[in-house]
């Protein structure tokens, strides 16, 4: 059960993040510097459904991350990194909801989308590993590497 939680949670981080980035890439009237990569990247047509993608998509994608990164805890409680995570889509929600109506929470939202992107990549090149606790580890184990 905690391998499939430990997959679980590094393929949906993955995926929620790059959502996200790809919802806000379809939303040039929101996000133009972001939707501008995404005309560059060949996303253009995605201005399209724009109305969807900032009502609809991107909060999804943003609760899916605090979701799955709040899970994360349980799979290798380290409590820096389960902070980091959850900080990225909890910006990005606040962003999109209460502080929508001013005009610097774009800068918010680049930031979460940045530091969700930024988490996935610490995660894919150097993943979370269970801490255990000293009572939970088998001591034996560790005094036979130091002799």
């Known amino acids: 059960m905690a391998h499939f939680l ?11 993040s790059l959502g996200a980035l790809i919802s806000a890439m379809g939303c040039a009237m929101c996000f133009p510097a972001i939707a501008s990569l995404g005309g ?18 991107l909060p999804f994608f943003g609760w899916l991350a ?4 709040a899970l ?3 799979s290798h409680r380290q409590w820096h990194r389960s902070l980091t995570g959850v900080l990225g889509p909890v910006l990005l929600l606040l962003s999109l909801y209460p502080w929508f109506k001013y005009s610097w929470s774009t800068y918010v939202t680049y930031s979460a989308l940045g ?6 990549l ?10 255990c606790n000293t009572g939970d580890c088998n001591t034996n184990s560790t005094q036979e590497g130091s002799t």
């Not at 530091?115 to 996935?120: N, P």
């Open 6 to 16: 430990q997959l679980f949670t590094r393929i949906g981080d993955k995926t929620s």
């Open 40 to 57: 560059v990247l060949g996303l253009g047509f995605l201005s399209r459904w724009e109305g969807l993608f900032v009502s609809t998509l």
């Open 66 to 69: 605090l979701i799955i990164n």
């Open 72 to 74: 994360g805890w349980f």
């Open 115 to 120: 530091l969700m992107v930024a988490v996935s």
């Open 122 to 131: 610490w995660d894919i090149f150097s993943p979370a590993n269970r801490r």
